[in-house]
């Protein structure tokens, strides 16, 4: 089934994929999140489609930038049509999303929402560039805790390195984690 054009504002587009026979709907999402994002469209017809689709997946892979009013939209956007499906996840998150989410962790709705994969940037200091790589969460896995896998450089073939801080790039995995003193 062909994709719908939900919005198609300057700095905004949305398609949805709504899959009858898998009962999946798949929102995909490309260019910026601000007070002119048509959101309330888009939960509009959520809300119509909520028998047809018991699965909701949102692509934010190529959302570029997100400025404050439309996180504020994003968050009641997100709210609202995550209670509208069973289950609810993300296929690909930015960078620049991901950063703003590791900040308001509410801007990937409720901690059971899966993320599927993100961007991580990483850093090659032979040839001063930067990579954003695609992985899924199992990818960054290591023991109890989370770490970037090892990447050659495509050029060069030197290891890159992450070029973020760990510790905050990677605060989204641990979302619905118990936080706080966990005893000696
Ligand atoms: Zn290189």
Redesign the pocket.
Known sequence: MLPITLSRTERLKILANLDFEAKTLLLELEGDLDENSELKKVSDYCVAVRKEARSLTLDLGRIHYVNSPGIRAWIQFISRIQAQFESCSFRLLSESFLHLANQLPEMLGRPENAVESFELPYY????D?RVLVRLGCEDVRSGTGFEPPARK??????P?LMDEIEQDYFRFLRRGAPTGPQGA
Do not use: H, W
């Open positions: 090659c200091s032979s040839c560039s450089c495509g050029t060069c073939g030197e890159l």
